[in-house]
């Protein structure tokens, strides 16, 4: 796929989800916010495995925004703006002591480190009285100027994170990312600081982790520690396994199916989680490159018919 | 004093299963370079099918050692036939890619639970104990149970360290784990030798399940808060060191026992996992890791 | 991928706008009950067991006749989703039942941060909402829409505490534990309360981890203090088992209470013989059961595998007030049914009662039902205590 079409079948995409927003209803308004923000889960987790690494962590991150969100609605009445930007700042600021520190570990050390960092932080909610303990923060609503066109707000918003990230991706920067992923001493070699670079990586996809936990907050009005468990990352795994990690659009539609597929499983009385585990292990086995890769195939033969 | 020793005896009691448990993940990191999170899946298998044959054979058999060891064997042979086909149609194809591999065995854990769930239900299901009462032993009270339990993480332990150290098998195992290009060069068979390893890591997981099940809640949830254990106590050894794995689940079960007593069992938890932080920022491998 | 979308945004809206249609074309006939319960992990059998009590509710309903309301006769339905016991799942099943399948009354929803986050959305929908969640937080005059259908440790722990320290008045001293959730905290404020006002001292009073599997250093901690009362206030049965048993193979024999007990099969199925005469203050006695709960008894144990109990009893006690205010209010708009509800008098799972609570909550918003104690011997619950309320 070309680079110019990724753009496109994103805003596409985007596109496809505000009329979903302005034709569909309140259910269906609903729904978009979900996918937007699962897309931005998804690939703020796509973007760190750039350098190679898969980050557990990003959950914990979209809990800290999340949390710093509750809180500032609960105990100072501060401008929605500067919420949601404190929110992406606490996050960022985190990223990069966590970062700092844990970077140096990788593959498999770095994933369950931020696996057990996510669960510490998940109890760590849970015997804070001020975060509300176990039963989480109450009554976060968007101000009421927003309120009414808050899945539009939120919608755009989450793409033109997205599209941002895609922006990074496609820089000089981003080919560093990718560089230090395909060999690290080639990069350090050439005079590049790869430790500074991947936390640069690392602290950038969990600021957006953060953001869309705010957003999450607004949109739900209620969270709670158990909504921010590894689980969470597993779920994000989900929509870039399924869509597929190649591409910047597979992290997208594997978001879109499978909030879809999840919410019409529900009526159904499916079980979530046999679902889930589902998607993943089929995608995994019969299908590496995901949606994204099947959809480039197809073209692909397409072409070669004509 | 006698406090101290009671809570020592009681970590040892406790890391018995996280040891058995974290031999396993070891083992198949060890050979397959897998982080294999569905682990806790087949320890949970392996207790519910005990259960359910147990159950069966009630009538017949009563709940003598007759029982447990058939039921035994059919959880065990379960176990393995689960492990099997998830190696030959999953793990198989994708050897040496850790992140493949880890999102596959994630997707295995919701769709096991989900389905576990579905199959035997919610509910508590009894096992009746192998040995019942305590015995009195150096002025502490232990449980039989847990006696035999600890007896059997001990002397399989030793036979899974002899079996490496000196079998031809275990050399193999030993030198895939290490360099497995090199180890073909040698003319050992890789993928049948990965195979074994799995599934001894299977039997392993089963054994585990099926020696806690008396003591324990056997729900299909119940591996969960063993793999999240056995995990730290392997990163916290070093991924694919067996000795390794048993330091580190001796040093998890220690922090559960004293901060548990001393402080708060949910302070206990917090711990645990701010020490595999900062264990990992001073020795990134692990105590015992190579790789 | 586009394509795939738009056909999934389009079935979306094709069955909604179906079930729009249904629901208008059969408004006469079926009334819609939602069921925000925990359906997978390890609460699932408290969802499972709500969502077939309430089938079996409007079931029996129906057998009677419906609901007769301005001359039409309706007949209830129900709709369970999973809430997974947390916010996120719990804003996911409000929304589905509220925004997308039309519910106007919640019969049963189980946890209280899932119950907050529906709650959060039906009173500004005006939906009548059923929990049987502990918090405190999520009652009173602030909610009018909301209703409780389950004792809470505010009114089981006062009675029963006073009532087994008459029975054991050589008690003084009390280790207390709870699960570190939003139940466990409530229910460990009011039972310490309780004991300290009754005279005995609270010597250790410890929160732990749900889904905590390994329990010797729990037991060894509360043993330490060699209490004369072990009280495990909001413990999950399976929990209570393991806890009991450890404590018996530390040697420890005293007198062992458990609020929230809702059922004897959880706790032998793990504690065996370590859980002979321990009191539960949630469970319903087998040996003063009438016909019709035997029956509902017996049902239960074949669809979830285990007896019946007091949460699971809270749905099939809201339709029936549900109904009963509908037909007192001879309405079935939410508003005027939940301004009714108050009032209303209706046979419950354990008899006739009605609503109450406001000295406590500020609203009559607490079904009233008794406190029943009960006490483990062999393999049987036998009565021991019952505050009527």
Aim: contains cysteine; charged residues 15%; neutral net charge.
């Amino acid at each position: 796929m070309t680079e110019y079409k990724e753009w496109i079948g994103i805003v596409a995409i985007a596109c496809a989800l505000l009329a979903g927003v302005a034709f569909g209803g309140s259910y269906i308004g609903t729904l978009v916010v979900w996918i937007a923000i699962a897309a931005v889960m998804a690939s703020s987790l796509r973007f760190v495995l750039l350098i190679g690494e898969l980050n557990f962590a990003s959950a914990a991150f979209f809990g800290i925004g999340a949390y710093c969100t509750g809180y500032i609605v609960n105990h100072a009445d501060l401008p929605f703006v500067l919420t949601l930007a404190l929110s992406g700042g606490l996050a960022l600021v985190v990223s990069i002591v966590f970062g700092g520190i844990t970077l140096k570990v990788k593959g498999p050390y770095f994933l369950l480190i931020g696996f057990a960092f996510t669960e510490a932080l998940r109890i760590f909610y849970t015997r804070m009285e001020a975060l509300g303990g176990n039963s989480g923060l109450v009554g976060i609503f968007p101000p009421a100027w927003l309120d009414a066109h808050y899945q539009y707000f939120t919608t755009v918003l989450c793409f033109l994170l997205i599209l941002g990230l895609l922006g990074i991706e496609r820089s000089h920067l981003g080919k560093i990312f990718i560089a230090i992923r395909d060999n690290e001493n080639v990069v350090r070699s050439v005079g590049n600081r790869v430790f500074f670079t991947k936390v640069v990586c690392f602290a950038i996809a969990s600021t957006v982790a953060g953001l869309a936990g705010s957003l999450h907050a607004f949109a739900n009005n209620v969270i709670s520690p158990l909504d921010f468990g590894f689980m969470l990352s597993i779920f994000a795994l989900a929509y870039l396994k399924v869509g597929g990690e190649d591409s910047p659009l597979g992290p997208v539609m594997g978001a879109a199916l499978l909030v879809c597929v999840a919410s019409y499983a529900q009526s159904l009385g499916g079980n979530e989680h046999i679902l889930y585990g589902l998607a993943i292990v089929l995608s995994v086995l019969f299908m590496p490159k995901g949606l994204a890769g099947l959809a480039d195939l197809l073209r692909r033969k397409k072409e070669s018919v004509a | 004093m006698q406090e101290v020793f009671q809570l020592l005896f009681t970590a040892l009691q406790i890391s018995a299963v996280y040891i058995l448990f974290s031999l396993g993940l070891t083992l198949i990191f060890g050979v397959l370079k897998v982080v294999n999170f569905a682990h806790g899946q087949l320890f949970t298998f392996g207790a519910l099918v005990l259960s359910l044959t147990m159950g069966a054979l009630a009538p017949s058999l009563g709940h003598g050692w007759a029982a447990y060891l058939v039921a035994g064997l059919a959880g065990l042979a379960a176990c393995l036939a689960v492990g099997l086909v998830i190696y030959q149609f999953g793990f198989k194809r994708l050897e040496r890619d850790m992140t493949g591999s880890f999102i596959l065995s994630a997707g295995l854990v919701l769709l096991f639970e989900g389905l576990m769930l579905e199959v035997f239900g919610g509910a508590v299901r009894p096992v009746p104990a192998l040995l019942e009462g305590n015995v009195q032993m150096l002025g502490l009270m232990v449980s039989r149970q847990r006696l035999v339990l600890l007896v059997f993480a001990v002397l399989l332990t030793a036979a899974i360290l002899t079996l490496l150290r000196y079998t031809r098998f275990g050399k193999a195992l030993r030198a895939v784990a290490i360099d497995y290009e090199a180890a073909m060069l040698q003319g050992i068979a890789y993928r049948r030798i990965a195979l074994y390893g799995f599934l001894m890591a299977c039997a392993l997981a089963a054994t585990a399940g099926m020696l806690i099940a008396p003591v324990a809640a056997v729900t299909p949830t119940l591996g969960d808060a063993y793999l999240v254990k056995g995990f730290i106590a392997v990163v916290v050894g070093g991924m694919g060191s067996i000795v390794g794995a048993v330091a580190g689940s001796l040093l998890i079960a220690l922090l559960e026992s004293f901060v548990g007593f001393y402080f708060d069992p949910s302070i206990a938890n917090l711990a645990i996992f701010v020490i595999v932080m900062v264990v990992l920022l001073v020795k990134p491998k692990g105590f015992f890791g190579n790789d | 991928m586009r394509i795939m979308f738009h056909s999934s945004v389009a079935l979306k809206t094709a069955s909604v706008a179906a079930m729009l249609i249904a629901a208008n074309l059969c408004a006469a006939e079926t009334i819609k009950l939602g069921l925000s319960v925990p359906l997978s992990g390890a609460a699932a059998n408290w969802g499972k067991g709500s969502d077939w009590l309430c089938a079996k509710a409007a079931q029996e309903i129906k057998a009677q006749g419906g609901i007769k309301v301005q001359g039409q006769t309706h007949q209830f339905e129900c709709v369970s989703y999973d809430n997974q016991y947390n916010a996120a799942e719990g804003t996911k099943v409000a929304q589905a039942l509220v925004m997308r399948d039309g519910v106007q009354f919640v019969v049963g929803s189980i946890g209280t941060a899932p119950v907050r986050a529906l709650q959060s959305l039906a009173e500004r929908k005006n939906v009548l909402l059923f929990t049987v969640a502990w918090g405190a937080s999520i009652k009173g005059p602030k909610f009018p829409f909301t209703f409780s259908s389950m004792n809470t440790p505010l009114e089981i722990s006062e009675p029963m505490i006073s009532f087994i320290k008459k029975q054991h008045p050589e008690i003084k001293t009390v280790a207390m534990l709870n699960p570190n959730d939003a139940t466990g905290q409530e229910a460990e404020k009011v039972t310490k309360a309780a004991w300290e006002k009754n005279g005995a001292k609270v010597l250790v009073s410890d929160l732990y981890e749900r889904g905590t599997s390994e329990f010797q250093p729990i037991a060894a901690r509360l043993n330490a203090v060699k209490p004369d009362l072990v009280d495990l206030g909001a413990v999950p049965p399976a929990d209570v088992g393991l806890i009991f048993k450890e404590l018996k193979s530390l040697g420890w024999n005293g007198v062992k209470v458990v609020e929230a007990g809702t059922g004897a099969d959880g706790l032998l199925a793990t504690g065996k013989d370590a859980v002979e005469g321990t009191y539960l203050g949630a469970a319903i006695p087998a040996n003063s059961m009438t016909p019709h709960q035997k029956e509902l008894d017996e049902g239960m144990r074949k669809a979830t595998g285990e007896g019946v109990n007091a949460v699971q009893i809270g749905a099939y006690d809201a339709v029936w007030a549900i109904k009963a205010a509908m037909e007192k209010a001879q309405s079935i708009d939410p508003v005027a049914v939940a301004k009714t509800m108050p009032t209303v008098k209706f046979k419950s799972f354990y008899g006739e009662t009605g609503f109450g609570g406001k000295d406590i909550y500020g609203s009559d918003q607490q079904m009233l039902l008794p406190v029943i104690i009960t006490r483990l011997t062999g393999s049987t619950l036998q009565e021991v205590g019952r505050v009527e309320r």
